[in-house]
């Protein structure tokens, strides 16, 4: 069922049906692989995502594979459920032209994150699906205000978070709605959390639990190598990268830069 938000006349995108049924068969004491793979595959795009992802050098597996099935014993039950979960969200959200680059973006900042996470002993899967949707409420805004991007480029200094732009322009923000999105899907608590406040510069002082945190820091962390690469510059990191680096305890600068080293190969860099 389509959640609608009054205020903003804004549409959030219906859980998907085929989501719903691998969570719940996943809360099964015994999930069938066969049960869920039959889910992914009554939809062929869907099917045809989660087979070109697994398949792509992200996973660097020595073989292809050619089935659900393969893929779900290969990666398992919580990485499949995320990566449905990332392909819908691309599905499910509403066609605007010119966001092939927002799409592209979220995709190397989920990999970078994931190599981060794992560097650092953390859960990639989840610093993946972090990365995915962080930004999920964008198309959403694209649409519901057409000159979104050009509205911001006008009145976003560098030096300005972006949400407080939004919420001056828009009267709404793209991590707020985001985290209601997220929520609306029933993705993790941790990611709702991590979603709502990944533009905080007071991150540190809101009692967030560890695991949200851990999301939070390692996808800034994530997005700010992106932005580096791309030649753009991260305000809200700029702020928050003493005490993220001490928080994910990389104050040692060549340990720091070995992080980052491993990050920029993983997306080809």
């Given at each position: 069922?389509?959640?609608?938000n ?19 068969e ?12 039959d ?24 073989h ?5 099935s ?8 919580t ?25 592209n ?14 560097y ?29 991007f ?20 828009f ?33 540190f ?32 990191f ?16 060549v ?6 080293d ?5 997306i080809?860099?």
């Open positions: 069922m389509t959640q609608h009054a205020s903003l006349d804004i549409d959030f995108p219906p859980c998907p049906a085929v989501l719903i049924s691998i969570q719940q996943m809360n099964q004491s015994h999930p069938s692989i066969r049960k869920i793979a889910f992914i595959v009554c939809d062929v795009v869907l099917a045809a995502e989660v087979l070109k992802t697994v398949n792509s050098p992200f996973y660097g597996l020595r292809k594979v050619s089935s659900v393969d893929a779900i014993k290969l990666i398992g039950f990485r499949t459920l995320q990566l449905v979960a990332a392909a819908s969200v691309r599905q499910s959200s509403p066609f605007v032209d010119g966001l092939t680059f927002f799409w973006d979220s995709q190397a900042v989920a990999i970078i994150a994931c190599s981060i996470a794992k650092l002993k953390m859960d990639g899967d989840l610093a993946y699906l972090m990365g995915l949707f962080h930004n999920c409420a964008v198309p959403l805004l694209v649409q519901r205000f057409p000159h979104y050009f509205d911001l480029r006008v009145h976003h200094p560098d030096t300005l978070d972006i949400t407080i732009a939004e919420d001056a322009i009267n709404v923000n793209h991590a707020l709605l985001g985290s209601l999105f997220a929520r609306s899907w029933y993705l993790p608590d941790s990611i709702i959390q991590a979603i709502r406040f990944h533009h905080t510069a007071e991150l002082s809101q009692g967030l639990d560890s695991d949200t945190l851990n999301l939070v820091t390692v996808n800034l962390l994530a997005i700010n190598i992106h932005d580096a690469i791309c030649g753009r510059r991260y305000a809200c700029s702020q928050l990268e003493k005490q993220i680096r001490d928080y994910l305890l990389l104050s040692d600068d340990e720091y830069q070995s992080l980052i491993r990050a920029m190969e993983a080809g860099q």
